[in-house]
C-alpha cells in the first residue's frame, strides 16, 4: 500500500507531517548547500549550531518559555529522564524524598526507577486500575519533599490530567512525553517538564527537557555526567555527541506547528479529533467502552474495548484486521492492557479521525 494511503494511530514513534517528511527527503543528501547530509555533519559545525539554536528558539517561543529557564535535548528517552530526574532533584532537600501522583503505567515506572535514589511516597490510595485521577482531596502532600511528579498523559490508560497540581513551594516535575505541545502549558508553574520527541514532536532519539536554572548543580555524585542537568545546560546540550538528525527533525515539526497556529490551534484539533471519536464510543450502547472516566479520557490516546467491557478478543481482532484491510495501522491496544487503542498526535489529522469514525459506525451497526 502506497504511504498515502496509510494512515498511522501508533502511540509512538508515531505519524510526521507529511511536509515535514518531504523537506527532510529533500535535505537528505545535502544540506542548505553543505554538500553533506546531516547524518554526516560536526555537532560542533556552524550549521548544526544553528538548527540546535532554531530548534530551542522554537520550543520557547511556542510555550513561551521563561528566560530563567533552560531547554535540553537529550538522549536515553523518556526512560533515561525517569533515572535523572531523581539523580538531579531529589538531593533538593536533605530528607531526600519525592511525592510521586502514580495514575498509570508510566508513572509507575518512574517512581520505580527512583526509588533507587531516595524515598518514594505515592500521594494519594493505592489505584487498582488506571482510568481515574484520584480526587485531590485524598492527596497528602509532604511538605519537605523534593519534589513532586506526575505524568501529564498517560500513554498506554489514556489518562491526561486537564490541571497543573498545586504544590504550594514544592518544586513539580512532569512528564509530557505524550501530549507535549498538543496544547499550552504554563511553564513557570513547573521545576521541570521532559518530553521524548517521537510521538507530537518528532522522532525517536531526542527527549527535551525544561529545567528552571536554580535547580541545576544539585545533582547526587553517582550522576552519570550526561544526565546531568548543570553539565548538559553549560555546554548548550553538547557536551557529547547529541542526536542531531532527531534535533534537526524535531525543528522541522515545531516549526510546522508554528506555520499552523501554535500551541493554541493545536489544542483545538486535538479537541476535535478526541470528540470524533469519543462520539461514537459515546453513543454506541456500550458495544464500544473505554475505561476512562470522561473527565480525564486523554486527547491523545483513547483505549476502549469491543462488544464488552472486558472486550471480546475475536471482534477486536475482526476490528483491527478490517482497519488495516483500508490502511489503519497501530490501533492494537498497549499488550498490558489490550483492545484498541487510538492516538491522535498532531499529526493525525481530522480527516484521519473521520475516517476511522466512519468505520467504526460501520463495524458497530454489522457487528451489534
Ligand atoms: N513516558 C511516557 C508518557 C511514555 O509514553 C513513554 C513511552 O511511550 C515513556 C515515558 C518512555 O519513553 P522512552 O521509550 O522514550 O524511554
Given at each position: 500500500?502506497?504511504?498515502?494511503?496509510?494512515?498511522?494511530?501508533?502511540?509512538?514513534?508515531?505519524?510526521?507531517?507529511?511536509?515535514?517528511?518531504?523537506?527532510?527527503?529533500?535535505?537528505?543528501?545535502?544540506?542548505?548547500?553543505?554538500?553533506?547530509?546531516?547524518?554526516?555533519?560536526?555537532?560542533?559545525?556552524?550549521?548544526?549550531?544553528?538548527?540546535?539554536?532554531?530548534?530551542?528558539?522554537?520550543?520557547?517561543?511556542?510555550?513561551?518559555?521563561?528566560?530563567?529557564?533552560?531547554?535540553?535535548?537529550?538522549?536515553?528517552?523518556?526512560?533515561?529522564?525517569?533515572?535523572?530526574v531523581p539523580?538531579?532533584?531529589i538531593?533538593?532537600k536533605?530528607d531526600?524524598c519525592a511525592d510521586y501522583l502514580v495514575t498509570g503505567t508510566w508513572s509507575a515506572k518512574a517512581a520505580r526507577e527512583a526509588e533507587?535514589?531516595g524515598k518514594v511516597t505515592v500521594i494519594h490510595p493505592k489505584l487498582d486500575s488506571y482510568n481515574n485521577i484520584p480526587d485531590r482531596s485524598t492527596w497528602s502532600l509532604n511538605p519537605s519533599a523534593s519534589y513532586v511528579y506526575y505524568c501529564c498523559n498517560e500513554t498506554v490508560d489514556g489518562v491526561e490530567f486537564n490541571f497543573i497540581p498545586d504544590t504550594k513551594e514544592v518544586v513539580l516535575v512532569s512528564d509530557m512525553?505524550?501530549n507535549?505541545?498538543?496544547?499550552?502549558?504554563?511553564?513557570?508553574k513547573f521545576g521541570?517538564?521532559?518530553?521524548?520527541?517521537?510521538?507530537?514532536?518528532?522522532?525517536?532519539?531526542?527527549?527535551?527537557?525544561?529545567?528552571?536554572?536554580?535547580?541545576?548543580?544539585?545533582?547526587?555524585?553517582?550522576?552519570?555526567?550526561?544526565?546531568?542537568?548543570?553539565?548538559?545546560?553549560?555546554?548548550?546540550?553538547?557536551?557529547?555527541?547529541?542526536?542531531?538528525?532527531?534535533?534537526?527533525?524535531?525543528?522541522?515539526?515545531?516549526?510546522?506547528?508554528?506555520?499552523?497556529?501554535?500551541?493554541?490551534?493545536?489544542?483545538?484539533?486535538?479537541?476535535?479529533?478526541?470528540?470524533?471519536?469519543?462520539?461514537?464510543?459515546?453513543?454506541?450502547?456500550?458495544?464500544?467502552?473505554c475505561p476512562v472516566d470522561a473527565v480525564y479520557r486523554s486527547?491523545?490516546?483513547?483505549p476502549?474495548?469491543?462488544?464488552?467491557?472486558?472486550?471480546?478478543?475475536?471482534?477486536?481482532?475482526?476490528?483491527?484486521?478490517?482497519?488495516?484491510?483500508?490502511?489503519?495501522?497501530?490501533?492494537?491496544?498497549?499488550?498490558?492492557v489490550?483492545?484498541?487503542?487510538?492516538?491522535?498526535?498532531?499529526?493525525?489529522?481530522?480527516?484521519?479521525?473521520?475516517?476511522?469514525?466512519?468505520?467504526?459506525?460501520?463495524?458497530?451497526?454489522?457487528?451489534?
Open positions: 500500500m502506497d504511504n498515502k494511503q496509510t494512515i498511522n494511530f501508533g502511540a509512538g514513534p508515531a505519524k510526521l507531517p507529511q511536509s515535514v517528511l518531504l523537506k527532510a527527503q529533500k535535505e537528505l543528501l545535502n544540506y542548505n548547500g553543505t554538500g553533506i547530509s546531516i547524518l554526516e555533519m560536526s555537532h560542533r559545525s556552524s550549521d548544526f549550531s544553528k538548527i540546535i539554536n532554531t530548534t530551542e528558539n522554537l520550543v520557547r517561543e511556542l510555550l513561551n518559555v521563561p528566560e530563567n529557564y533552560k531547554v535540553l535535548f537529550l538522549q536515553g528517552g523518556g526512560s533515561g529522564q525517569f533515572s535523572a539523580l538531579n532533584l538531593g533538593l536533605e531526600r533507587k535514589y512525553s505524550s507535549f505541545l498538543s496544547r499550552p502549558v504554563d511553564v513557570s521541570l517538564i521532559f518530553a521524548g520527541a517521537q510521538k507530537n514532536v518528532g522522532c525517536a532519539g531526542v527527549t527535551v527537557v525544561i529545567v528552571r536554572e536554580d535547580l541545576l548543580g544539585r545533582a547526587l555524585k553517582e550522576c552519570p555526567i550526561i544526565l546531568d542537568y548543570q553539565v548538559q545546560a553549560g555546554n548548550n546540550s553538547l557536551y557529547n555527541t547529541p542526536p542531531c538528525f532527531s534535533i534537526y527533525i524535531m525543528g522541522l515539526v515545531l516549526e510546522w506547528i508554528r506555520n499552523n497556529g501554535g500551541a493554541d490551534a493545536m489544542e483545538q484539533l486535538n479537541k476535535q479529533k478526541a470528540a470524533i471519536i469519543n462520539d461514537i464510543i459515546n453513543h454506541s450502547n456500550g458495544f464500544y467502552s486527547r491523545m490516546n483513547i476502549f474495548r469491543i462488544g464488552k467491557k472486558e472486550g471480546d478478543e475475536d471482534l477486536e481482532m475482526q476490528f483491527l484486521d478490517g482497519a488495516l484491510a483500508l490502511g489503519m495501522i497501530c490501533l492494537k491496544g498497549h499488550r498490558s489490550g483492545g484498541i487503542r487510538v492516538s491522535l498526535y498532531n499529526a493525525v489529522t481530522v480527516e484521519d479521525a473521520k475516517t476511522l469514525a466512519t468505520y467504526m459506525g460501520q463495524f458497530l451497526r454489522d457487528h451489534q
